[in-house]
């Protein structure tokens, strides 16, 4: 079934759904996009994704053409107009059309398209066995050049990166910082537990500010898991007892082998396993409803 697309205001067919090649978000990149889900009638964390959206927005001083509320409204249109309850949903900002030049000004009006798919998800054995994940030689765009906060149309850096993970037959892999710190991986954020504490890398170190991982610390908090933002180099992914993947997509997924070492005994952890099932309930019960 075809799908409808909004497009600047407008809900059309999917073959219709089309955009200038003049649009800077083709021609450099210049825009910014969320991935978010709806979980069973709701949008999970939608908040939390149009606050990166516009944040991001802010630093490119790209002018978003919709408030907030006329953005919530705008997703939950689609939404209703393709009659997801469970949904993959893409939102997209580009700076719009402008000339061949690179200067932003050249373009009068930011587009927003918003794509309403269903999900197509991760295999099951991911969940059950776990991942096997290597270290790419890619390193994260640094920080100072081009801030990975900013969840930009330009994936150049961690296409790059998820080239060698094709290459090398895995489904993931690490990224590290300039300074070899672990950074993240291609589309998603990483996590260790070790000796019962949970370590995910800071954000300064270069790495997206992930909404799922943002809603997995505050679910190891309450559950009384210690948790802690640190630097981490390669080694200590070796060396913990879990590991485990979180994004929009994947949701909180086990790796249990970095380039060919065993994480612990080679099989989902326990506190792996206990986040995942609080974060399952998570997505049944919160989130802003689709059809109220
Ligand atoms: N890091 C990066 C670099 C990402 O792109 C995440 C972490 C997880 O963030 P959230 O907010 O979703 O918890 C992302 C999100 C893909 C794909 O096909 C992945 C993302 C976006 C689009 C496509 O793997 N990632």
């Known amino acids: 079934m075809g799908l409808l697309i909004y497009l600047d205001g407008e809900l059309v067919p999917q073959e219709q759904a089309k955009i200038s090649v003049f649009d800077h978000g083709l021609l450099y990149g210049d825009g910014l ?87 197509a998800l991760y295999p099951e054995h991911y969940y059950t066995q776990g991942l096997e994940l290597i270290t790419c030689t890619t ?24 080239i060698e993970t094709i290459r090398a037959g895995v489904p993931e892999g690490i990224m590290l910082s300039t300074e ?37 610390i505050e679910l190891a908090e309450n559950e009384g898991i210690c948790t802690k933002e640190e630097l981490f180099r390669v080694k200590e992914v070796y060396c913990a007892d879990e590991c485990f993947l979180t994004g929009t997509a994947a949701e909180l997924i086990p790796v249990v082998t970095v380039d060919g070492r065993s994480i612990g005994d080679g099989t989902p952890g326990p506190i792996t396993g206990r986040l995942r099932e609080l974060f399952a309930e998570l997505t049944q019960t919160v989130g802003m409803p689709i059809y109220p």
């Open 33 to 119: 996009f969320e991935g978010i889900r709806a979980y069973n009638g709701r949008v999970f964390l939608l908040q939390e994704h149009l606050e990166r959206l516009y944040d991001g927005a802010r630093a490119l001083q790209l002018q978003i053409p919709l408030d907030v509320d006329a953005m919530t409204e705008a997703v939950l249109e689609t939404l209703r107009a393709n009659q997801f309850q469970d949904a993959y949903i893409r939102l997209i900002v580009t700076r719009g059309v402008g000339d061949l030049g690179l200067d932003p000004r050249k373009c009068p009006k930011a587009s927003v398209i918003i794509i309403a798919a269903s999900i």
């Open 180 to 216: 070899g710190y672990v950074a993240e991986c291609t589309g998603d954020n990483i996590f260790l537990v070790h000796d019962g504490c949970m370590y995910t890398p800071p954000l300064h170190v270069g790495n997206l500010a992930g909404v799922t991982r943002r809603a997995v």
């Open 139 to 162: 390193r994260r765009n640094d920080p100072t050049a081009l801030d990975a906060g900013i969840k930009s149309l330009n994936y150049l850096n961690n296409i790059l990166a998820k």
